[in-house]
């Protein structure tokens, strides 16, 4: 994918570039709001993933300039530790999504892959499909191999999500924020038991595993290679 | 906090020059205002009082005057002569009489003290010695009798004036008095409200110095300058309850992150002594736990520092105990479950209150994990919400150790931790926050105080419905 980072903060910005070309995407890097606000006009990104706090022009002014500009690219804001109301005003601002500094770098890797376009077809689908795994958002039914598999709202949300990122990683903190609302982190294995319930549900008794853990990074669903 | 910058905002206060304070405070500025209006309405009133008194004196006079002159008329043409002489003479000796004269045809005065004057016929002012030689002036009216006789009536302009001069001296004093009031009630006002507005400067300027427990006197009269007062106080008091949480948080971090990054720091230095490549592996990842535990205290005492701060105040939308109970219950209890521990959720009515969701989830789910934290192996954890009139709640209890009574109070610190509970993990800043979004929210926490268990109640007021 082609990314474009606006952060004022040399180094970070350049140990953000060598994780993300590390993991395979193009990355140009702006170290001004203006310099950013060129760029994300100029060239076509994928994802843009902005910091909130740059010298000159503050990042959700850019985030408005960006927005008001007419163009629609998904934009990660990135702000600095605590600041529980800059997660709303970022969001109303147009921001797609919203990660807490300090990060861990599967955190960011997995939240830009998420951001990224799907085909619209995709977003509107009543029914997602990955291998023989179904699930029938209407009816809220699913179904493996022809098989109906009963799940509790929640464990049903929780597939939804992943199968509507499968093939990317989806992190705990993702599933927490989409699927419970849970802006904080408990201390309680929550996600992973609900995880673990579900993947019993969906996987057990069938050789091919969809739901894999992704060490250090959270869960990914995809169907067989 | 540097000094110098406060000085620019108190040296307005301090330069005074020129007229002395009190002359130069609102109040009395307001009273030589009021004063002044007052004496002016003074003298307006008393001018319009003194021209409508001449002028109804002198018509009641010339009332009285031609009324005098048509009667001795009458009695002329019915009488004679010889009796209207008799009469003026008599009429003359009354007390408080008018004046009179009688002239002949020949102008020859025959009665009274206006004879011989000669005034033509009509209203004239005649200008009449008096026995002390003092000239007085007398409005008079002169008819013509018949036989060419004339008949003169008239009025000394003197007594009127008189009436005149007690109503002018009656305004005089109201104006003086009104003046004198004026002054002196305003003296003392200024000097009253001057008074307690500089003790008002001067504790304003003590807090500028520095001197952040110092309040403005209330006086207790109940005035506005008292509400003045009374609402000063109450931002002084949030301003230094601000700084408080702020001065606790930088000792907060400094006396407790100082341990886990000491920890953090020696397992760093280790790693290059390590041979083994799974070793070194295992001690980075021993070192990023460190750091995100680290973070996440930092975190967590960040957010009680903004909850205490009262900004999200703004954002409180009505929001449902019930559905926060069960979203956060439904969470936690295949965890639970796993662990050998029952969570379970009772509750059949909604609990609506007005508050801030994202915030009351996390109470919820601190107080929940506290639960599942501390009370042990197969305890059994509820949460509970209820309505009552004006007041919802939500109650999570436990049938582990409880606190003991001493402690109870302390639980809700910063990094308080009960003594048995030092070995398990917990940063001891779960209850911390679950206070401090508790007061954001008006609401009151109170602890069971049954020996068995720990009940940890947080009542709200209900939202009113629509």
């Known amino acids: 994918m082609k990314l474009l980072i606006v952060e004022d903060d040399a180094d970070g910005a350049a140990y953000l570039t060598k994780a993300l070309v590390d993991a395979g995407h193009t990355v140009d890097q702006a170290r001004t709001g203006r310099e950013g606000l060129l760029l994300a006009?100029?060239?076509?990104?994928?994802?843009?993933?902005?910091?909130?706090?740059?010298?000159?022009?503050?990042?959700?002014?850019?985030?408005?300039?960006?927005?008001?500009?007419?163009?629609?690219?998904?934009?990660?804001?990135?702000?600095?530790?605590?600041?529980?109301?800059?997660?709303?005003?970022?969001l109303e601002a147009g921001a797609d999504d919203y990660l807490v500094k300090p990060f861990a770098m599967a955190e960011l890797l997995a939240r830009i892959s998420a951001l990224a376009r799907r085909p619209p077809t995709f977003e509107q689908a009543t029914t997602l499909e990955i291998g023989d795994l179904k699930l029938d958002r209407l009816a809220r039914t699913v179904t493996r191999s022809g098989d109906r598999i009963d799940l509790q709202?929640?464990?049903?949300?929780?597939?939804?999500?992943?199968?509507?990122?499968?093939?990317?990683?989806?992190?705990?903190?993702?599933?927490?924020?989409?699927?419970?609302?849970?802006?904080?982190?408990?201390?309680?294995?929550?996600?992973?038991?609900?995880?673990?319930?579900l993947r019993a549900k969906v996987d057990r008794g069938h050789a091919q595993e969809l739901i894999r853990t992704v060490r250090g990074a959270g869960y990914c669903l995809s169907g067989p290679t | 906090m540097p000094r110098n910058s406060f000085a620019r905002f108190a040296a307005p206060a301090i330069?005074?020059?020129?007229?002395?304070?009190?002359?130069?405070?609102?109040?009395?500025?307001?009273t030589a205002l009021y004063t002044a209006g007052f004496a002016l309405s003074v003298l307006v009133l008393g001018a319009i009082t003194l021209l409508s008194t001449h002028s109804a004196l002198r018509h009641q006079v010339d009332r009285r005057v031609r009324s005098e002159s048509q009667a001795l008329a009458q009695e002329f043409r019915t009488k004679g002569l010889a009796s209207v002489v008799q009469s003026v003479l008599e009429r003359e000796q009354a007390r408080a009489a008018l004046d009179y004269g009688l002239d002949s045809p020949q102008s020859q005065p025959l009665a009274g003290r206006l004879a011989g004057f000669h005034p033509p016929v009509g209203w004239s002012v005649l200008q009449m010695k008096e026995q002390d030689g003092d000239i007085e002036p007398v409005r008079a009216f002169t008819t013509r009798l018949p036989g060419g006789y004339r008949l003169i009536v008239g009025d000394a302009v003197k007594r009127t004036a008189g009436i005149e001069m007690i109503i002018l001296q009656g305004f005089g004093w109201a104006f003086a008095g009104v003046v004198a009031i004026g002054l002196i009630g305003g003296y003392h006002f200024t000097r009253n409200v001057g008074r307690r507005l500089t003790n008002m400067t001067a504790a304003a300027d003590a807090i500028i110095q520095g001197d952040l427990n110092?309040?403005?006197?209330?006086?207790?009269?109940?005035d506005d300058l008292d509400r003045l007062a009374g609402v000063f106080n109450l931002t002084l008091d949030r301003i230094s309850s601000l700084m408080d949480s702020l001065r606790q948080v930088s000792n907060d971090i400094a006396h407790d992150l100082r341990t886990?990054?000491?920890?953090?720091?020696?397992r760093l230095e280790t790693i290059p002594r390590l041979r083994r490549p799974v070793e070194q592996e295992e001690a980075i990842e021993g070192a990023l736990r460190d750091v995100d535990a680290i973070l996440a205290t930092f975190s967590a005492l960040l957010r009680i520092a903004q909850v205490g701060g009262g900004t999200r105040r703004a954002a409180f939308r009505p929001v449902d105990l019930k559905d926060l109970g069960l979203t956060v219950v439904e969470a936690f209890a295949p965890s639970a479950e796993d662990a050998g521990q029952a969570l379970s959720f009772e509750g059949d009515v909604q609990a609506p209150i007005i508050g801030d969701a994202e915030l009351l989830t996390q109470l919820l789910a601190n107080l929940v994990e506290n639960s599942l934290r501390h009370a042990g192996g197969h305890a059994r954890v509820v949460v509970r919400t209820w309505r009552g009139d004006t007041a919802c709640g939500v109650c999570v209890s436990d049938d582990g150790p409880g606190v003991p009574a001493g402690e109870r109070e302390r639980i809700f610190d910063r990094f308080y931790r009960l003594e048995r509970s030092r070995s398990t993990p917990g940063d001891g800043l779960g209850l911390a926050l679950v206070a401090a979004i508790a007061r954001l929210h008006d609401a009151e926490i109170a602890l069971g105080d049954g020996d068995q268990g720990l009940e940890v109640s947080v009542a709200f007021a209900a939202a009113q419905p629509h």
């Open chain 1, 41 to 90: 006009a100029s060239e076509m990104y994928d994802v843009i993933v902005l910091d909130r706090m740059l010298p000159q022009l503050d990042g959700l002014a850019i985030l408005r300039s960006i927005r008001t500009s007419g163009l629609k690219t998904p934009l990660l804001l990135l702000t600095a530790l605590g600041g529980i109301d800059d997660r709303v005003a970022g």
């Open chain 1, 153 to 197: 709202p929640r464990e049903f949300q929780l597939l939804e999500f992943l199968m509507r990122h499968a093939d990317r990683v989806v992190t705990r903190t993702m599933l927490l924020e989409s699927v419970w609302d849970f802006h904080f982190d408990p201390k309680t294995n929550i996600v992973e038991t609900h995880m673990s319930r």
């Open chain 2, 15 to 30: 330069v005074s020059a020129g007229r002395p304070e009190v002359l130069r405070s609102t109040s009395a500025r307001l």
């Open chain 2, 260 to 266: 886990p990054l000491t920890r953090l720091r020696q």
């Open chain 2, 214 to 222: 110092r309040r403005i006197p209330v006086e207790g009269a109940g």
